[in-house]
């Protein structure tokens, strides 16, 4: 399928005071409510980072990325502003945040915070902990893919393919998901805004829930990237773990067809429908 570049997940409206806006189109749709899924917001916050921090020439890469979600974020016109909090040559530290109007009001919805750090060759002593797993072509023959029984405009905007866990068959599946739909109509996502479109999935796919009977939303995304991830199919090997009182977390080992990428953990709020 060929990349649209004209249906983003945002529609950009110009800027006011120093904050880009932009208006939520029907593919940020959320399966768990009237707002938007978690992985549009994360994506937008993404490129604010990453504009935030002045020049992708500097010698420096993101390095891990924590998105903290405080409230459902609406169906309405989003601001987003970033600045560099922490100036450096090695070491840069870089915060945004999303806006809506709430009851007359701007105010934060979802905030971002990224290490950036200065790059050097340690190719001689690269070492991956994470495990192998079969690429997207070995799961493109499967009709199994738990993560699209989901609903939702966001759900509908995305492809993906899966398959049984080769090392734990009881394991939720592994997945390869992907968009072709950019963070802002016309134009083209970077490598890391491609994956943070669609990493915030984990917690669909390592879910041991059914959503029928409980709902668990995650209140945020923290992603750990030990390499810089190319453009693709992103890969999740989830897992989700819920404690006795009515909170949970997923972990998940994340890839790009190259091999693994890094890591990403999410807090889970577990409730009983009803």
Same mark, same amino acid.
């Given at each position: ?11 950009? #409206? ?25 992985? @549009?917001?994360?994506? #937008?916050?993404?490129?604010? #980072? ?47 945040? #999303? ?32 495990? @192998?797993?079969?690429? @997207? ?20 905007? $995305? ?45 669909? $796919? ?40 009515? $909170? ?27």
């Amino acid at each position: 399928m060929k990349e649209d570049l004209e249906h983003g997940y945002y529609e950009p #409206l110009g800027a006011v005071g120093g904050a880009e806006r932009f208006r939520p189109t029907e593919r940020t749709h959320g399966a768990w409510g009237d707002f938007q899924h978690g992985a @549009p917001p994360a994506a #937008l916050l993404t490129r604010a #980072l990453e504009r935030g921090a002045g020049t992708a020439d500097d010698g420096m890469r993101i390095t891990r990325i924590a998105v903290d979600l405080l409230s459902a974020v609406p169906y309405t016109e989003l601001r987003s502003r970033a600045r560099v909090t922490r100036p450096g040559r090695q070491i840069q530290k870089v915060e945004a945040e #999303l806006l809506a109007e709430v009851r007359g009001r701007w105010r934060a919805v979802a905030t971002a915070a990224a290490w950036r750090m200065a790059v050097t060759p340690t190719d001689v002593v690269e070492r991956a902990l994470e495990r @192998p797993i079969p690429g @997207p072509d070995a799961c493109a023959g499967d009709p199994d893919t738990p993560l699209l029984r989901w609903s939702g405009g966001y759900i509908d905007s $995305i492809r993906a393919r899966s398959i049984a866990d080769p090392d734990d068959p009881a394991r939720p599946r592994i997945h390869w998901v992907r968009t072709d739909h950019p963070i802002v109509s016309g134009e083209p996502p970077s490598p890391i805004g491609r994956l943070m479109s669609v990493v915030d999935t984990a917690n669909g $796919i390592g879910a041991t829930l059914d959503p029928a009977a409980w709902t668990f939303m995650n209140t945020d995304l923290v992603v750990h990237l030990h390499r810089a991830p190319e453009p693709g199919w992103t890969g999740i090997s989830a897992r989700g773990s819920i404690g006795p009182d009515g $909170i949970g977390m997923t972990a998940a080992e994340i890839y790009d067809e190259r091999g693994p990428v890094g890591r990403s953990t999410q807090t889970l709020l577990v409730r009983p429908r009803g």
